[in-house]
């Protein structure tokens, strides 16, 4: 057997090139895993984008030199086990090279799921070398493993976003400011945030996604790019929260908004347009590390009540996105190799409905 994988330059995210290697036989501890199908939106453009500043690189190394493997989030079958805890046939949930297998040295293993261990990985946070085994995992329902796929990982990234902000006493502001609104990330965090008391959220997007994020209705104001100056006003106390990593965009925002009390960088859709801030008016952008904020809140709550604050947001979230009147999302399916890389250049221009959601398999059709 072999696997084909997608590579992708590191300093030129654009160039992709598919390759195929035959399959090294398992060593004692370790599985096969059949990668059935991911998520690819524009968090993974982020991961590719940030994959030397956050290691995501990391995750799945190359032996070739200046080529790299992007991470995603989806779902695997076992397909061949030398560890005496994890059988073939079991099916997880977690983070995947963008390819058709993967192999895992599983360790610390339990009803729950078990963690990577291979030597690679081990310096590398704990949230993503984890595998949840679905037959026990209390987020997963078999009819909707797509939107578990698309949403959860960004949705889990957008409740900590607001539990921090709520945490910081949205560092005094009443006004949330976020970037690339039509994006599953911020939406996420709005539809949290829109929970809050005293909270207004402004979505900020390009004027072909304006209606597609008033349709959402977690957004108090939706305004354009080339209009935030005009249309809002800057002295109030306002947080930022930067979903696009655009600089220019960044340098208007702090040079307007007077009232900025804190700038939280969060992703990097506009891969056009990253790099440093430079010199800025106002606070220093900070960037948000979920796993960060996840440690915090174990400490705080324990495994079982942060667990239970999630499925609960979860299945509230999950259910709005889901509304037959107005799905927020629509699925779309891709199959085959590629498929997958004509798919990551598209999600890399950043084109498409933001009612889309990719889901992909390399396994051919």
């Known amino acids: 057997m072999s696997t084909t994988t997608l590579l992708v330059r590191q300093d030129n995210l654009a160039t992709t090139r598919l390759s195929a290697a035959e399959d090294s036989a398992l060593t004692e501890g370790q599985v096969r895993v059949r990668v059935d199908s991911f998520a690819l939106t524009s968090n993974n453009i982020t991961y590719a984008a940030l994959g030397d ?56 293993a339990n009803a ?3 963690s990577d261990g291979a030597p690679h990985r081990a310096g590398l946070h704990a949230v993503y070398n984890h595998y949840l085994r679905t037959s026990t995992d209390p987020l997963y329902r078999t009819d909707n493993e797509d939107v578990q796929a698309l949403l959860r990982p960004l949705f889990i990234t957008s409740w900590l976003i607001d539990d921090f902000l709520e945490d910081q006493q949205f560092f005094g502001a009443q006004r949330m400011l976020l970037s690339s609104a039509s994006s599953k990330t911020a939406y996420g965090t709005a539809f949290q945030l829109a929970q809050r008391e005293g909270i207004e959220v402004i979505g900020l997007t390009s ?15 939706v305004v354009t790019y080339d ?13 930022y929260i930067d979903f696009a990593g655009s600089v220019g965009l960044r340098q208007r925002i702090h040079a307007h ?43 705080d709550w324990g495994a079982q009540g942060l667990n239970d604050r999630l499925v609960a947001a979860w299945n509230q979230f999950s259910a709005a996105v889901q509304t037959a009147s107005n ?27 933001p009612h889309a959601g990719h889901i992909a398999t390399m396994l051919p059709g």
Not at 62 to 83: A, K, L, N, Q, R
Not at 272 to 295: E, H, T, Y
Not at 333 to 352: I, R, Y
């Open 227 to 239: 209009a935030l100056e005009s249309q809002i006003d800057g002295a109030t106390p306002s947080v």
């Open 257 to 299: 908004f007077t009232g900025l009390s804190y700038s939280c960088s969060v992703g990097a859709s506009h891969v056009q347009d990253l790099g440093g801030a430079g010199q800025l008016p106002g606070p220093r952008p900070m960037m948000f590390f979920a796993p960060a904020q996840v440690k915090k809140r174990h400490t």
């Open 53 to 108: 500043m956050l290691n995501y690189w990391q995750f799945f190394p190359t032996s070739e030199p200046g080529w790299g493997i992007v991470p995603v989030w989806g779902f695997g079958t076992v397909t061949e086990s030398m560890h005496p805890d994890v059988a073939v046939g079991e099916r997880l949930y977690g983070y995947w090279p963008m390819g058709t297998q993967a192999v895992l040295s599983p360790h610390r």
């Open 207 to 221: 004027p072909g996604n304006v209606a597609f994020c008033e349709s959402l209705g977690c957004y108090d104001r």
């Open 327 to 353: 799905p927020w999302l629509v699925v779309q399916h891709h199959t085959g190799p590629e498929a997958t890389q004509a798919l990551f250049a598209a999600v890399l221009a950043g084109s498409g409905d």
């Open 112 to 114: 729950a799921g078990f």
